[in-house]
């Protein structure tokens, strides 16, 4: 395990997060007590030091489970939870971005996890109804306050980050240091804006769904007569993704990795700060999934993997791409100019 620099910050994190959405079962799926405290250990015993939650994971019982499991060396680890998604239905004061439901939000989770602080606060998602300089401005206070140190966002749209990072620098205001989307193989729709704003605002990426919802775990794929193999609930995979899945399973193949480790080191080896957290219910997932840390794929692999998988860019990228409007642009020079940004 290696670390990186969290984004424009100096807090060091373990390259891969332990991402905890599985950690009880309160929703009817996940992992015991006993089976999230293994993955815990066997997380924290391979190096890592990285620790995703967030207040509405399986009902708050993983941060409480989470708190347990830190209490020994709490300050050993770099410990991340949400606030914005509902803690009581049907109430407008308890789920949001507002200032009211952020400093609630946190101190329910303070108490869960028990601690006085928590190193990065994300917004969890965006709501489209609060202020961007109420956001900014309320977690500023937090981090003058001492309860939280940093600050990240998550599941936002790029233009309102820029926004938010923008007035954050101008207002001297603490910045988001960190975006968490989802990405993978499967889902590369955020190389449109999200990862190209991020290398900008240098923004650490942590990715959620590096598996793809388990199409690139080698569970599904095409047998030879063309029918999909796996689970019968899994007929309706689109023909594109299980075609992703293929290559994916032929470069684990011939590398004598998992398909998962294929899959999570794709994105790892992304340019730009890239952290992916892992998600897994069982110890032996997890186990397979810190073991992609041992490899990384060659060139020539990751070109087969960017074909199989290419998205149209869209409008403007792909328009102000195109040869014609280069030219416009350039004047004839846009070949002679060595562009360090791109």
Known sequence: MRYKLLGRSGLR??????????????WGWGASREESRRMFDAYAEAG????????????????????????????????ATKYTLFDRRNDPSFS??????????????LRRLQTSHVDLLWVHAWDFTTPVDEVMR?????VASGKVHYVGVSDTPAWVVAQAN?????????RFVGLQIR??????????????????????????????????????????DG???????????????????DAVASVAAESGRSPSQVAINWVRQQPGVIIPILGATRLAQLQDNLAALEFTLEPEQMQRLDEVSAI??????TFLASEGVRDLVSGGTFNLIDNHHQ
């Open 48 to 79: 890592g030091n990285f620790v995703d939650t967030a207040n509405r994971y399986t009902e708050g019982t993983a941060e409480t489970f989470l708190g347990e499991f830190l209490a020994a060396d709490r300050d050993h680890f770099v410990v």
């Open 96 to 109: 949001g971005n507002h200032r009211k439901n952020m400093v609630r939000s946190l101190e329910a989770s």
């Open 166 to 174: 923008t007035m954050a620098d101008l207002r001297g205001w603490s």
């Open 312 to 317: 149209d860019l869209g409008f403007p990228h």
């Open 183 to 224: 990405y993978s193989l499967a889902d590369r729709a955020a190389e449109r804006d999200l990862l190209p704003m991020a290398r900008a605002f240098d923004l650490a990426v942590t990715p959620w769904s590096v598996l793809g919802a388990g199409v690139l775990t080698g569970k599904y794929g095409k047998a030879g």
């Open 138 to 142: 309320g977690l500023d206070d937090l």
């Open 227 to 245: 029918d999909v193999k796996g689970r019968a609930s899994r007929w309706d995979i689109a023909e594109r993704d299980l075609a992703i899945g």
């Open 13 to 26: 994190v373990s390259e891969l997060a332990l991402g905890t959405m599985t950690f009880g079962n309160t």
